[in-house]
Every structure is written in structure tokens, then in C-alpha cells.
């Protein structure tokens, strides 16, 4: 049978098929195109599996079908395998917030450039506007301009609101979409506003460092009455990106990718090269600078200085 896996638990799986959960193991070792994954089997993927016990509603995973797409970071304790936390993505949303916790513009920037490079469409939900002092409205107001400018949707909601996400709740109707970001941003709070069948665990932040408690230790794909289903991820500390040749990362920037062809050199890293188009509009301010120390701190896998840049400059 065929069924969709809604969660991963490192040996167990759920296995949904027609309107039965099943709870499925993996059969001897399978191997995904030479992919070299901390998790062979992904929430959102598609598996041909055979029922062992009908009573008990237990399977076993034969193969994987293909993916249409999927989002990695690197592993925890393995830097040089990557761990994907969504597969079959229609459309990831990127939860932000300035404060209780700070989301830094490095992982931002690079969540979008994992995302570009699987060509999955992101859009970014600035959360927990109710909570902003005065100061911080034109800050959010800033970064909203800056990533409109080069192609991305920009919202700002408060997730606790329910009626403020109702453009959401039609977006999504009949999509596979993802929901990322830190812990404490507010991701599980936003899943359950989006549909009232759900109760996912919510806790507090930690008042010590401002910083979400973990709540969802897996990642775990949720059907929607909608139609559709809705993915609640771990919260992210960081974000490394595996297996992109450092020469290609400028083509994820998307205001990049649009310059390239005007450098003098086709194999131009945009560093310390003459004539560069990508630097020029840096200088011009064309390119938003936090952008350009983003792309060099990825290109010299130099990412943890970069993690604790401040969004407040």
C-alpha cells in the first residue's frame, strides 16, 4: 500500500492510508539515491509499505517513492550528513519574530537559500506583533521592505489572534505546507489557530534567555479539515547548509542571481574580484549589505560568527 508519513520518531513512523494511521518500522536499510541522511525516511514523504499486523495496525517500509523536493540543515552531531526535516513541500513559512527570541538575519538568509535551492517557495510571517514596543514597528517595517524587494511575501500577524490568520487558513486549504523557525516563535501556537481540531503542545518562553522551551521534538505532519496538511517542525537554533558548491550560492540570492551575468568573470564569487556586479550593487546599495555578509559568511562556511549577528545592527 502507499500511505504518507505524518510522523518520525527515529525508529517509528506514522503511516497514514485512506483514513487508518498505521504505526511502521523500516524493513533492512533503504537507500535514497546515495543520499547520505541522518533520517532515510522524512515527514511529508510518500512510502509503499505492507501491513504486518491488520489487529494492531502495524507496517513495514519498503521504499520510498520519489520526492518532489525536500528541506535539510545539517545534523546536530553529524556536520557532514544532513537531516531532513520536510519532504514534498508545497510551500514553507518561515516564522519571525525580533524579540522573545531574536531571529537572526543569518538564519534567515540561510533558510531562504536552502529553500531557493529546492526551488520551494517561502513565505515570511513576522509573529507576535501584539507584543512590539513603538521602537520596534519601523525595524519590522525595514525588514518587511527588504525582502519584498527581492521576490518574497512578507506578513505580519499575531498567532494568538485567530481572525488575524485567516488569509493563512485559505492559503493553505489543499497544500502540503511547512512551518519553521526558532523555538519560541510561536510555531505551534500559529498550527493550532490554523485549524480548531488541533492541540499541539504550546509552552512558554524562558524568561532567563528569552528563548522558546522546546515543544515539538519531531517533526510531525498534521491533516487539516481544510484538506491539505500542515507540517509543525523543531525549533531551529541554527541553520547550515549542506552539499551546495560554494560556487552556486549566489544563485539562491535571488537578487544575485539576477546581476550574474554582468560580472566580467563567469566564475566570479562576488569577494575580492574586479568588475563584479553583485559587489557594485552592494556599494549602491541595490543589495541589502546583511544579505552580502550573509552570502560571504556561507561561501567561507563561516556561519557561526554570523548566527549572532544582531537584527538590530
Not at 513603538?134 to 525595524?139: A, G, S, V
Not at 498567532?159 to 519553521?180: S, Y
Not at 528569552?210 to 491533516?223: K, V
Request: with cysteine.
Amino acid at each position: 500500500m502507499i500511505g504518507k508519513v505524518l510522523k518520525s520518531t527515529g525508529k517509528l513512523y506514522s503511516v497514514l492510508h485512506e483514513d487508518t494511521l498505521y504505526s511502521c518500522r523500516i524493513r533492512g536499510k533503504i537507500r535514497l539515491q546515495g543520499l547520505k541522511t541522518t533520517n532515510p525516511v522524512a515527514v511529508g514523504d510518500e512510502v509503499e509499505f505492507d501491513v504486518s499486523d491488520k489487529e494492531l495496525n502495524q507496517g513495514v517500509i519498503k521504499d520510498v517513492m520519489p520526492r518532489h523536493n525536500y528541506i535539510v540543515r545539517k545534523s546536530i552531531n553529524l556536520s557532514k550528513q544532513k537531516h531532513i526535516l520536510a519532504s514534498n513541500v508545497d510551500r514553507a513559512y518561515l516564522l519571525v519574530t525580533l524579540v522573545a527570541p531574536e531571529t537572526h538575519l543569518a538564519f534567515i538568509d540561510r533558510f531562504l537559500v536552502s529553500a531557493e535551492s529546492f526551488r520551494i517557495p517561502v513565505t515570511l510571517l513576522f509573529n507576535k506583533m501584539d507584543m512590539y514596543f513603538e521602537e520596534h514597528l519601523p525595524l519590522v517595517d525595514a525588514m518587511i521592505e527588504k525582502y519584498e524587494k527581492i521576490g518574497y511575501t512578507c506578513q505580519k500577524i499575531s498567532a494568538l489572534k485567530e481572525d488575524n490568520v485567516q488569509f493563512l487558513r485559505d492559503e493553505i486549504a489543499g497544500k502540503q505546507v511547512m512551518i519553521a523557525g526558532h523555538s519560541g516563535v510561536g510555531k505551534s501556537t500559529l498550527v493550532n489557530a490554523l485549524d480548531d481540531n488541533l492541540d499541539i503542545k504550546t509552552n512558554e518562553i524562558s524568561a532567563t534567555h528569552l528563548q522558546g522551551q522546546h515543544t515539538t521534538t519531531f517533526a510531525e505532519m498534521h491533516p487539516l479539515k481544510s484538506g491539505g496538511f500542515i507540517i509543525d517542525t523543531p525549533g531551529i537554533r541554527a541553520f547550515g547548509i549542506v552539499e551546495l558548491e560554494k560556487e552556486h550560492i549566489s544563485h539562491y540570492f535571488p537578487e544575485m542571481r539576477e546581476r550574474l551575468n554582468h560580472c566580467k568573470f563567469n566564475n566570479c564569487l562576488h569577494q575580492n574580484e574586479p568588475q563584479c556586479a553583485v559587489k557594485e550593487a552592494v556599494e549602491n546599495g541595490e543589495i541589502a549589505e546583511s544579505r552580502y555578509i550573509n552570502y560571504l559568511s556561507l561561501i567561507n562556511d563561516d556561519e557561526d560568527d554570523h548566527f549572532r549577528k544582531s537584527i538590530f545592527g
